[in-house]
Structure formats: C-alpha cells, structure tokens
C-alpha cells in the first residue's frame, strides 16, 4: 500500500505561481512512477504531468509544457508539481498518484493509488 497526501493549492492571481506537494508513504517510493492529473468541475480527469521511476524521464501535455515542472525528491518521499504563469482555466482539483508502471503514464489506469486532491483556484 502507498498512502499520498497532496496539499499546497489554494487561490492564486492568474500568472501567479503555487507549488503543489504530495507526501508517499508505505511501500518503496523510488519504485513508483509519480503523476498529477486534475478534474475541473463538469470535466473527466486529465493527465498533467508524470515522472517515471525508472528512466526519470518526464511526460507532459501541451498545457503543461513550459509552465509546470514536476519533481521528486526521494529522500523525502515527496514530488513535487511547479507551476507558474497559472491562468483561470488551470483551476481544478489536483490529484497525485503512484504507479508501478514505467511507460503509458498519461492514462489514468495505469496507476495503483491516488491521494485526495488538493484545489488550485485561479482568479483572473
């Protein structure tokens, strides 16, 4: 089992910046590849971000793609999502989540936990 806690949105100014957080614990973090995906209101949930634990290589979207950076840190069981430049349609519920896999991280099913979600609200 991994249990992740994000925690870090809130409301920002658009082209303001936030710097979400989420916290692994339980099983090897370094074993797992780590993504953010997001849900606004109405919406399905979408890839944003992934970092994968074997190769380190990094998957983005075109939303994300010069704006949010994510990281890890494993001596703190943590990764990271930046993001700066935010714009009014960044604002959603941002979720975590771990997988085992190391390809195809920007499909949802690919991944064996998730935290609760933290929401990021940009004001225009």
């Known amino acids: 089992q991994v249990q992740l806690v994000e925690s870090g949105g809130g409301l920002v100014q658009a082209g303001g910046s936030l710097r979400l957080s989420c916290a692994a614990s339980?099983?090897?973090?370094?074993?797992?590849?780590m993504g953010w995906f997001r849900q606004a209101p109405g919406k399905e949930r979408e890839f944003v971000e992934a970092i994968s634990w074997s190769t380190g290589n990094i998957y983005t979207t075109d939303s994300a793609k010069g704006r949010f950076t994510i990281s890890r840190d494993s001596a703190k069981n943590t990764v990271y999502l930046q993001m700066n430049s935010l714009k009014p349609e960044d604002t959603a519920v941002y979720y975590c989540a771990a997988s085992s896999a190391v390809g195809g991280l920007q499909y949802s099913y690919k991944y064996d936990y998730w935290g609760q979600g933290t929401q990021v609200t940009v004001s225009s």
């Open positions: 339980g099983r090897t973090f370094s074993s797992y590849s």
